[in-house]
């Protein structure tokens, strides 16, 4: 999924930032010169639900973490944890090793977002590489991907 494409045809109001390569979302909000309560960040989980293990995308600010505690209750799991960078490479084979965009759905898998980004009127994240972000308006990205926002998300 080429996520300028998806916005460009769901006519979703979009700036495509290149940059200099990132790794996490911190640089990412460093190299933007924005704060990082204003980036998302966008990590998988792997939950272990009804004896299965099953991917959840979740999207936090980038100055926080996943309470792990939290997350497991919100999606219904005994158990979440991290998943690992070639678990993400195989969920999401058209981008960069290590980048997962917000868009679960687009990959078959449930989004949860942290409220704290509901907040705010824009969404900033990583686009497909390490060295494009997007920025666009939370209410477009709500209607596109219809994630569960709740709070999940600690102090990091």
Not at 20 to 25: V, W
């Amino acid at each position: 999924m080429d996520i300028t494409e998806l916005l460009a045809v769901q006519q979703c109001w979009y700036e495509h930032i290149p940059h200099q390569p990132t790794y996490s979302a911190q640089r990412l909000a460093h190299e933007l010169h924005v704060p990082g309560r204003e980036i998302a960040k966008t990590v998988l989980l792997r939950a272990g639900i009804n004896g299965r293990h099953q991917f959840i995308v979740a999207v936090v600010p980038a100055n926080k973490t996943v309470d792990f505690k939290r997350a497991a209750k919100l999606v219904r799991a005994g158990k979440v944890q991290l998943a690992t960078e070639l678990e993400i490479a195989a969920q999401c084979p058209d981008c960069d090793f290590g980048v997962l965009p917000p868009f679960g759905s687009r990959y078959g898998m449930k989004t949860i977002v942290d409220s704290s980004l509901a907040q705010d009127e824009e969404i900033w994240f990583e686009g497909n590489t390490h060295k494009d972000a997007i920025r666009m308006k939370f209410d477009d990205f709500q209607r596109l991907e219809k994630p569960q926002v709740a709070n999940f998300a600690a102090d990091g």
